[in-house]
């Protein structure tokens, strides 16, 4: 990926937000922030998908002091990092699963 970071300011490398006709949501956000050791890949990263009362369903991050790690219902656990696009390609995957539709 070609992103640059200025002057430390995490700079947004995507958003993307899908309404289900149920009101399910699944909520996606990338940005490229400066390489840390809470971030040594440089990005930072949310994946969501919440019911219709907003309950969280399934959710990928690293939040600071966590990692790579995923949510499911009140379970969490740590995630492999390979990249940025195989790790949105896995959420929308299991999304996908969740909802009983093959992508």
């Known amino acids: 990926m070609g992103y640059h ?9 995507f958003r993307h ?4 006709g149920n009101g ?12 840390s050791a809470a971030k040594p890949e440089g990005i930072k990263y949310s994946m969501v998908y919440v019911d219709a009362s907003g309950r969280r369903i399934l959710g990928y991050d690293n939040a600071e002091g966590k990692g790579h790690h995923r949510h499911f219902g ?22 996908s699963r969740l909802r009983g539709r093959p992508q």
Do not use: C
Request: overall charge negative; charged content about 35%.
């Open 74 to 95: 009140d379970d969490e656990s740590s995630l492999e990092f390979e990249s940025l696009e195989s790790l949105l390609l896995r959420f929308l995957d299991e999304v």
């Open 24 to 35: 399910e949501i699944v909520e996606m956000r990338a940005w490229e922030v400066p390489r």
């Open 5 to 13: 970071v200025h002057h430390n300011r995490a700079l947004l490398i």
């Open 17 to 20: 937000k899908d309404v289900y």
